[in-house]
């Protein structure tokens, strides 16, 4: 099935009906929902509050856009990280929120783009990747498939054969179209003190934030079940005369 993770992490101690007070603040933002039928879940992990459920690519494309809804929400904590991981996609990302404001976020699209895309000031562990000596690899030569848009054509005589950018990290060869891979367990280790992509977290007693929807469509089934239960007793007392 591969890695399919997309959270907000922030650290939070207080009560589990104070924390689903804010994430529920969190989610009534059209821009942070995906729709309205899906319901947000929230995990603790010691003192952090991880949720799950919340869009997260328009933050990566702008991080105002998260900053904008904490302040509209008057929730700042000191910390906020905003991670994603899709392996069906060799899509990456991470962010970092300072009291509220954007420092840094990397977003690597599987779909568009080969490198990662960067906003704000390099972070201190990323700059072995961003300093990286690379070379080229002939995915054809290699017998490997042609991901044209994965690939850079470094060979304007030779239009079929695509290359593909290898970074050189601490003695390790990284293809390009994964150092946001590698990139992001190194934050999330970094930062959360544990790897999120690979260590996962623990999913007991979660926080379950019923969508909108959801919510209607319970209120209308409780509505008619105990509409059902009226006609019947009405129609029992007919059945007794």
Request: glycine content about 6%.
């Amino acid at each position: 099935m591969g890695i399919r993770l997309e959270n907000i992490v922030f650290p939070f101690t207080g009560e589990a009906g104070e924390l689903k007070k804010v994430v529920a603040s969190l989610a009534s933002d059209d821009r942070l929902r995906y729709n309205e039928s899906e319901s947000i879940v929230v995990f603790r992990q010691g003192s952090l509050a991880i949720v799950d459920g919340l869009c997260t690519n328009k933050v990566f494309n702008d991080p105002s856009i998260l900053e904008d809804i904490l302040k509209e929400i008057d929730f700042v904590p000191e910390y906020l990280y905003v991670l994603c991981h899709f392996s069906f996609c060799d899509t990456f990302g991470y962010a970092l929120f300072d009291k509220g404001k954007s420092v840094r976020s990397m977003f690597q699209d599987g779909w568009e783009e080969l490198e990662p895309v960067y906003t704000g000031l390099p972070l201190d562990f990323e700059k072995k990747y961003l300093e990286a000596p690379y070379h080229y690899v002939d995915l054809n030569e290699e017998g490997g498939e042609k991901f044209a848009e994965l690939t850079i054509i470094v060979d304007p005589s030779n239009p079929d054969a695509y290359y593909e950018k290898v970074y050189t990290v601490n003695d390790e060869e990284i293809r390009a179209s994964f150092i946001g891979e590698s990139m992001l367990h190194e934050f999330s280790e970094k930062f959360l003190g544990f790897n999120i992509s690979l260590d996962g977290f623990d999913t007991s007693n979660p926080i379950i934030i019923q969508s909108k929807k959801k919510l209607e469509n319970s209120d209308n089934f409780a509505k008619q079940k105990q509409s059902n239960k009226l006609f019947s007793y009405i129609k029992s007392l007919f059945k007794k005369q």
